[in-house]
């Protein structure tokens, strides 16, 4: 029976869990000949929701404002996903959640973004790849800095992700 003991990962849904779409300003803003400064947050949570299964969030956060902090839009996406993830060390679960599942999550929720963008009357906004490791080292390092505080806490991306 060694096989029971293999580790499992499967992906068993991927859903939009929210989507939120403000354009406070309109129709004003589309009159704007400024390009607007775009800021993109991320948050990944995971939390057990049944015998060996997770469920993990991405949630991507897109504001743009024009420089005299004119909101142009604001766009949430939380994009989750239902994941099995049995027989694997419990040091190994928030790594497998928050830097796996993340990369699984990453495309589904940039293509949410950039659709969600276009129908609200912008340009498309463009996502550029993350790295979800060197993430998840540095919220766990600044979790560490902060004495257990919120190591997942919404943080800017690590570099301007639109093209």
Do not use: H, W
């Amino acid at each position: 029976m060694a096989e029971n003991n293999q580790p499992v990962f499967t992906i068993e849904k991927l859903y939009v869990k929210d989507l939120s779409v403000e354009v406070p300003n309109a129709p004003q803003v589309f009159l704007e000949r400024e390009t607007p400064q775009i800021n993109v947050q991320l948050r990944t949570d995971g939390k057990q929701v049944g015998e060996g299964v997770y469920e993990v969030v991405l949630t991507v956060t897109v504001a743009a404002k024009l420089p005299e902090d004119k909101n142009v839009f604001l766009v949430e996406v939380s994009q989750g996903g239902l994941f099995q993830i049995r027989n694997v060390p419990q040091d190994d679960l928030e790594p497998i959640m928050m830097i796996g599942c993340a990369n699984i999550l990453f495309p589904y929720a940039r293509e949410t973004v950039s659709d969600a963008v276009t129908r609200a009357g912008f340009q498309p906004v463009l996502l550029t790849p993350v790295n979800f490791e060197a993430l998840y080292q540095s919220r766990k390092q600044q979790g560490q800095q902060a004495e257990g505080g919120a190591a997942d806490a919404a943080q800017p991306a690590p570099e301007t992700p639109v093209q």
